[in-house]
């Protein structure tokens, strides 16, 4: 069973437009969740994180947004840049220790 | 640099043979979990050590996998007797503490089983 779900596996918009990434989950136990970017052949990257206490985080470009009540997150990108171009995975804590990830949407970020 | 360092980068086994995936965390970082990307799929979780300890291998195979984290050293994945279905990326991340879930990711092993 997929907990935490990307529905959509690419995503491709224009430079200097909003990306918007989607995420939803099943568990109401997760207690953080997290955006990780990933490059080809390499680990992934900490983007950023929210608590399950709160609704929104922001850090310069990127902000998470959380909707407890419909179980979704969504990272919004602002502007988009070329270099944004990789995979991002949307991942969720289960307490007391595993982060269970999505299966990643692919943004392309096109000049 | 500081960062997770995982080796060999790519590994090519035979199907029978033993695979040794090492990880050394960050300095200072004393949790570590092992994940498992099959190709075309999000990461999954294996296994949570700490030192001398496992925590949670609830994303372990049952059989032919094992994971340790010794005192001195890396922390070992050890798949045996491997078969096909064990070509993966396997990513290593350790984290200074739990309370975020804010992990640190390697490069990854890369391994294939022919």
């Known amino acids: 069973d997929q907990q935490v779900k990307q529905n959509s596996p690419s995503l491709s918009v224009q430079e200097g437009r909003i990306s918007i990434l989607n995420c939803d989950y099943t568990?109401?136990?997760?207690?953080?969740f997290l955006w990780y970017k990933k490059y080809p052949a390499e680990g992934p990257t900490f983007l950023i994180s929210?608590?399950?206490?709160?609704d929104k985080n922001e850090d310069g470009r990127f902000t998470v947004f959380l909707n407890k009540s419909a179980k979704h997150l969504s990272l919004h990108i602002v502007p988009s840049q070329p270099g944004d171009s990789a995979v991002y995975f949307c991942a969720a804590r289960f307490i007391p220790d595993k982060l269970i990830f999505g299966t990643g949407t692919r943004l392309q970020v096109f000049p | 640099n500081a960062g997770v360092m995982q080796n060999p980068r790519h590994l090519v086994r035979r199907r029978g043979q033993e695979a040794r995936l090492r990880c050394s965390p960050m300095?200072?970082?004393?949790?570590v979990y092992w994940y498992r990307q099959l190709p075309e799929e999000g990461l999954k979780f294996m296994v949570y050590?700490?030192?001398?300890?496992?925590?949670?291998e609830s994303g372990m195979p049952k059989e032919r996998f094992s994971a340790e984290f010794p005192k001195e050293g890396p922390s070992i994945l050890r798949i045996q007797q491997v078969v096909r279905g064990d070509s993966a990326a396997y990513f290593c991340?350790?984290?200074?503490?739990?309370?975020?879930?804010?992990?640190?990711f390697g490069e990854g092993s890369r391994l294939t089983v022919l």
């Open positions: 929210i608590s399950s206490i709160k």
């Open positions: 050590l700490q030192k001398e300890n496992i925590i949670d």
């Open positions: 300095k200072g970082h004393s949790h």
């Open positions: 568990n109401s136990m997760f207690d953080y």
């Open positions: 991340a350790s984290s200074l503490r739990q309370d975020t879930g804010e992990l640190f």
